[in-house]
C-alpha cells in the first residue's frame, strides 16, 4: 500500500483574515488648504499658458496678414481750402 503524505493544514489559513488598514499619515488643516492652494495655482498656471499661446497666435496671424500697424500714426487727410468750405458748410466737419 502506498502511504498518504499527511497534511498540516496551515493554522493562517483557518483563521479568519483580518483586514489590514493601511495607516494614513493624518493631514492637518493647514497641510489641507496648501494643498487646495498649489492644486488652484497648477489650474491657473495651464489656463495663463494656454491663453498666451492663443494670444501669440493671434498676433502672428495680424504680423503675417500685413494688418499690424507698427506704431504708425493714421494718416490724416489735408483738405484744399475749397473742399474744407463745403464740408464745414454741409455739416460734415465739427470745427
Known sequence: MEEIPETKEDPKATEPEKKVEEEKP???????????????????????????EMQAERDRRIALGGKAEAGQAPVKKEYTPEEYATKVQSGELNG
Open 26 to 52: 493624518q493631514s492637518t488643516p493647514l497641510i489641507d488648504i496648501a494643498n487646495a492652494a498649489a492644486e488652484r495655482m497648477e489650474k491657473a498656471n495651464i489656463e495663463t499658458a494656454r491663453l498666451q
